[in-house]
C-alpha cells in the first residue's frame, strides 16, 4: 500500500507542479527522464530495497503527471489569438456552448467557433459579450432592457461580427488573476458583438455537453417565472444547478462575511444525499416487487443495481450542477466507496481521498487553480478525521433523549469550529479575511439549508421543469424562499456586527507551512501528548503582518488599475494613497476593485492620507470607496473632495458611511508637507484658492517621496506648462518617477525628464487603451535619459523598495507568472 500511496502522489504532485511554471517544460525531455526512470526502476526490481524501488516508481509517475499537465498545456496554448485579430473585428460562425449569463442591459456566454479554420488564427473557446442599447455613462445605472435582446440558448448557431481581444486581466500583488480563471475555464479570447447577428441554427442535440446545457437552461428558465419577485431567488437557482451568475454582489458579500460562501454552490452532501436517496428508493422497490415467487431484495445482484442506481443519480446531478471541482471529487469518491463495498476491498479514506485527487487532475489539470479545489478537499479531509475520531471515542447510548440532543449539539458546533480553524489559514491566503461569526452562522444555516432548504428547492425545480401543478409549485417555491430568507435574514443581522470578521495580511509562506502542519499534527499524530498544542502552530497566521521597511525607508506600489491612477507608499507604521484610479461604471470602480483588496492583503487597517491630485475620473473615480472601505485620517487635493464626495452620492444614489467621520479635508498647496517614519511627503505645485468643484489636468497635485536615501515624484497628469514650472523651481534627480498623464505626448518634455535623471520611469495604463498611452516619443525620451521604463498594462503592478542595500523593483507579471499568462 506504501507504494502505492507514493504512485498516487508522485503523479498528483507532476500534474500540479506544471500549473506553478512560468513556461511549459520540454515534453521530449520529460519523456526522455521518464523513460531513463523506468530504466532504473526496472534494473533494481530484483534487489531487496523497497524504499528505493518505492521512490524510483514516485519518480516515474511524478515525471508521467508532468508529462500529461504539458501535452494538456500545448493543446490549450494552440489555441490562441494570433495578433492580426486582435483588436480587430471578425465575421464569425459560432455555437452557444453554455448557459448565458443575463444583465440588465448585455448578454454574456462561452461560445465555439465553427469556422476557425476559414480564419486562421482565431481559437474555437471564446467568450462572447452582446451589449444591448446604449452606453448609460460612467455614472448612469443600466437599464433593464435585455428584453431587447434574443434568447441565447445552448445549441444555437450564430454568425456574428465580433471585436475579438486576447484575455488580458489587471495583476496586482494578492490580487485576482482573471487570466488564471479564464485559462482555467477554457476561454482563449474575448469577443464582443457589432452590428446585428444572424440566428443560422438551433441544434440542441450536436453533442451530449450542448444537451445537457440545454437541459440546465431549460430548468433555469422554468424556475425563473416563479422566482421573478424574490430577494433571494437567484439563491435557490445556484443551490439547484451551481448558477450563481445572478447572486448580486451585496449577496457575495455578506456570504463572505459570515462565512457561508461553500452552502451556495453545489456541495457534496447534495449529491451524496440524492445518491443515497437513489440507492433506497430502488431497495425500497425491490422488497415490493416479485420475480419468479421471490421479492427481488431476495436477489443479491439487486445491491448492484441499487449502487449502480445511486451513482447514476449522482453524476445526472453533477452534470446538471455545471461539473464542478466539489462535484467532481465527489462523484469519484462515491464510485470508489460502491467499489470497495460491493468487491470488498479494504482501502484507507485518505488513500481514497488522494485517488480522488489524481481522478479530479486527470479530468481537469487546471482545476487546482480554483479555490473550490483547495477548499474542498481540505474540508473533507478534515471531515473525515472528526469523524473517524468521534467514532473512536463511540457514542453513550445509555443517555436520555435531552442529554443526547445536548450531546448532538454540542458535537456538531466542535465540528464546525474544527472545520473553521482547520480552513482558517487557506481562507486567508485566499481571501485575507477570516468570518468570526462562521461557527455560529454555519451552525444553523449548514442544516437548513442543507436538509431543508436545498431538497425543497430541488422538487420546486422538477415540478416546474414538468410544469405540473403550477398552484403546487409556486407553494413549494414560496416555502423555499421563505425559509431561505430567514435564514439569510438572520445571517445579515450576525454580519452586521463590528467583530463579524477580520482583515488579515497575507501571511508569509513560512507561516502557512507551520499553520498546515499543526492542523496536519493535530489531525494525524495518534496518542501524541498535548498535540492540541500544534493549533499554536496558527498563530502567526492570525498575527502576521506584511514586511514594512526600516525608518527612512519606503516602498512604492504602482497598482495596476487600468487606465488611471493608484500609487500606495508604505513607511514602516504608516500608509498614503496617492489618487483612487478610475470609475469605468455605476458599479464599477478601482477602489473597491483593487485598492481596498490590496490595502487589506498588506495588512494596512489605516491610511493615514490620501491624496486626489484631481477630480479626472481615472483618478478620482475610486476615492468614495476608499475612504468608506478604510480608516482615513486626512486628504488632499487640488479641488473640493467634500463637495466630491456629494456629488458622488447623489449620482450613485448611495450614502458612503465613512469610518473616520472627523476626516479632514485640505488643499494640495506648494511647500505643504508632512513625514512619517523618516520620510517625508511635500508638494511641489500651488494650488487654486478657494479650491474649485473640479480641477483638471494642469491643477494636479505633484507629490515628492523622500527618503534617507531614495525619491520618488508622483506627478498626477501634468502637462508641458507644469512641467517647465517645476524645472524652474530647481527640480533635483529622483530615483523613480510616476510618468505624466500616462505617458501622453502632451507631457514628458525633454527639460523635465533629463532634469530628473529617474532611474525607473513608471507608467499607469489601460491595456490597448483608446489613447494610445505611452506615446512612443515619450518612452524614448524616458529611455534615452537612462531610465528603466514600465509599464502596468505589460508588467502589472510595480513594487519599488527603499531599503539600505538599495532600490529594488518588481513586476507584478514577472513574479507571479505562470505558462499562459499573457498569451
Not at 446545457?213 to 417565472?225: F, N
Not at 457514542?395 to 466542535?414: E, H, I, P
Request: charged share 15%; net charge positive; aromatic share 10%.
Amino acid at each position: 500500500m506504501r507504494v502505492y500511496w507514493i504512485c498516487l502522489a508522485g503523479a498528483c504532485l507532476g500534474i500540479a507542479g506544471v500549473q506553478l511554471l512560468p513556461d511549459l517544460p520540454s515534453l521530449a525531455i520529460i519523456s526522455l527522464l521518464a523513460g531513463l526512470s523506468l530504466l532504473a526502476w526496472l534494473c533494481v526490481w530484483p534487489s531487496p530495497f523497497p524504499g528505493l524501488k518505492a521512490l524510483l516508481l514516485g519518480v516515474l509517475c511524478f515525471l508521467l503527471g508532468m508529462a500529461y499537465a504539458t501535452h494538456k498545456g500545448q493543446l490549450r496554448l494552440a489555441d490562441s489569438l494570433a495578433s492580426i485579430h486582435e483588436n480587430k473585428t471578425s465575421r464569425v460562425v459560432l455555437r452557444v456552448a453554455e448557459i448565458a449569463l443575463y444583465g440588465p442591459d448585455y448578454v454574456q456566454f462561452k461560445a465555439k467557433v465553427l469556422d476557425r479554420f476559414s480564419i486562421q488564427g482565431i481559437p474555437v473557446h471564446i467568450q462572447v459579450r452582446w451589449q444591448a442599447g446604449t452606453w448609460p455613462g460612467i455614472y448612469g445605472k443600466p437599464k433593464d432592457i435585455n428584453d431587447k435582446l434574443p434568447l441565447i440558448r445552448p445549441g444555437q448557431v450564430w454568425e456574428m461580427s465580433l471585436k475579438l481581444k486576447r484575455v488580458h486581466g489587471a495583476m496586482n500583488p494578492n490580487g485576482f488573476d482573471y487570466e488564471t480563471h479564464a485559462f482555467a475555464n477554457n476561454i482563449r479570447a474575448m469577443g464582443a458583438v457589432k452590428g446585428q447577428p444572424k440566428l443560422l441554427a438551433d441544434e440542441p442535440f450536436s453533442s451530449f455537453a450542448i444537451a445537457v446545457e440545454r437541459l440546465r437552461d431549460q430548468v433555469r428558465s422554468a424556475m425563473l417565472p416563479y422566482l421573478k419577485d424574490k430577494r433571494y431567488g437567484s439563491v435557490m437557482v445556484a443551490l439547484v444547478m451551481g448558477d450563481q451568475n445572478g447572486i448580486a454582489q451585496d449577496d457575495w458579500k455578506l456570504f463572505n462575511l459570515s462565512g457561508v460562501t461553500h452552502l451556495v454552490s453545489i456541495s457534496g452532501s447534495h449529491i451524496t444525499m440524492l445518491a443515497v436517496l437513489g440507492h433506497f428508493l430502488v431497495l425500497w422497490g425491490c422488497k415490493r416487487i416479485k420475480l419468479k415467487g421471490k421479492l427481488l431484495s431476495d436477489y443479491r445482484s439487486i445491491h448492484v443495481l441499487a449502487a449502480f442506481v445511486g451513482l447514476l443519480v449522482a453524476w445526472a446531478y453533477c452534470l446538471l450542477a455545471g461539473w464542478g471541482v466539489p462535484a467532481q471529487r465527489t462523484l469519484l469518491m462515491l464510485a470508489i466507496g460502491y467499489g470497495l463495498i460491493l468487491f470488498r476491498w479494504r482501502m484507507s479514506i485518505f488513500f481514497i481521498l488522494l485517488l480522488t485527487c489524481l481522478g479530479v487532475l486527470l479530468l481537469d489539470p487546471w482545476a487546482m487553480l480554483s479555490s473550490g479545489f483547495w477548499l474542498s478537499f481540505s474540508a473533507v479531509a478534515v471531515l473525515i478525521w472528526l469523524g473517524r475520531h468521534h467514532a473512536q471515542q463511540g457514542s453513550v447510548n445509555r443517555q436520555n433523549r435531552g442529554k443526547k440532543m445536548l450531546s448532538a449539539f454540542a458535537l456538531a458546533a466542535r465540528f464546525q469550529l474544527m472545520i473553521t480553524l482547520a480552513l482558517a489559514p487557506f481562507l486567508i491566503l485566499l481571501f485575507s479575511q477570516f468570518s468570526l461569526v462562521s461557527p455560529l452562522v454555519n451552525a444553523y444555516a449548514i442544516p437548513l439549508i442543507g436538509w431543508v432548504i436545498t431538497p425543497l428547492s430541488l422538487l420546486f425545480a422538477l415540478l416546474a421543469l414538468l410544469n405540473l401543478h403550477t398552484p403546487a409549485t409556486q407553494w413549494l417555491g414560496n416555502l423555499a424562499h421563505d425559509i431561505l430568507q430567514g435564514v439569510l435574514d438572520l445571517t445579515q443581522w450576525f454580519a452586521q456586527l463590528p467583530w463579524a470578521s477580520i482583515y488579515i495580511a497575507t501571511p508569509a509562506l513560512w507561516g502557512l507551512l507551520l499553520a498546515m502542519a499543526g492542523v496536519f499534527i493535530v489531525c494525524q499524530a495518534k496518542g501524541l501528548p498535548y498535540k492540541n498544542l500544534a493549533w499554536c502552530f496558527m498563530v502567526p497566521v492570525f498575527l502576521g503582518k506584511a514586511d514594512r521597511p526600516l525608518p527612512g525607508y519606503w516602498n512604492l506600489i504602482a497598482l495596476d488599475v487600468g487606465q488611471g491612477t493608484a500609487v500606495v507608499v508604505l513607511t514602516q507604521r504608516h500608509a498614503v494613497l496617492f489618487d483612487a484610479g478610475p470609475r469605468t461604471s455605476h458599479a464599477n470602480e478601482a477602489g473597491s476593485r483593487t485598492i481596498l483588496p490590496y490595502l487589506r492583503s498588506a495588512g494596512v487597517k489605516r491610511l493615514d492620507a490620501v491624496v486626489v491630485s484631481h477630480s479626472d475620473v481615472d483618478h478620482a473615480g475610486g476615492f468614495a470607496s476608499v475612504i468608506a472601505g478604510v480608516h482615513t485620517g486626512m486628504a488632499y487635493a487640488s479641488f473640493g473632495l467634500e463637495r466630491f464626495l456629494a456629488e458622488e452620492e447623489k449620482r450613485l444614489d448611495q450614502d458612503y458611511v465613512l469610518p473616520n467621520r472627523d476626516l479632514a479635508y485640505l488643499p494640495c498647496g506648494q511647500g505643504q508637507a508632512f513625514s512619517f517614519d523618516g520620510v517625508s511627503f511635500t508638494f511641489l505645485n500651488s494650488g487654486q484658492l478657494p479650491l474649485p468643484n473640479e480641477s483638471g489636468n494642469a491643477q494636479s497635485c505633484v507629490l515628492k517621496v523622500q527618503g534617507s536615501q531614495h525619491s520618488a515624484l508622483l506627478t498626477g497628469d501634468i502637462h508641458v506648462e507644469q512641467e517647465a514650472g517645476l524645472v524652474q523651481l530647481g527640480l533635483e534627480k529622483v530615483n523613480v518617477v510616476v510618468v505624466p498623464h500616462h505617458g501622453a505626448n502632451t507631457s514628458s518634455s525633454l527639460p523635465f525628464v533629463q532634469a530628473l535623471k529617474a532611474d525607473h520611469a513608471i507608467v499607469q495604463n489601460g491595456y490597448l487603451n483608446r489613447y494610445g498611452h505611452p506615446h512612443r516619443q515619450v518612452q524614448r525620451h524616458w529611455e534615452d535619459a537612462g531610465s528603466v521604463f514600465w509599464r502596468t498594462d505589460r508588467d502589472g503592478a510595480i513594487t519599488v523598495r527603499s531599503s539600505i542595500q538599495g532600490l529594488g523593483l518588481l513586476a507584478a507579471r514577472s513574479t507571479t507568472k505562470r505558462y499562459w499568462h499573457a498569451r
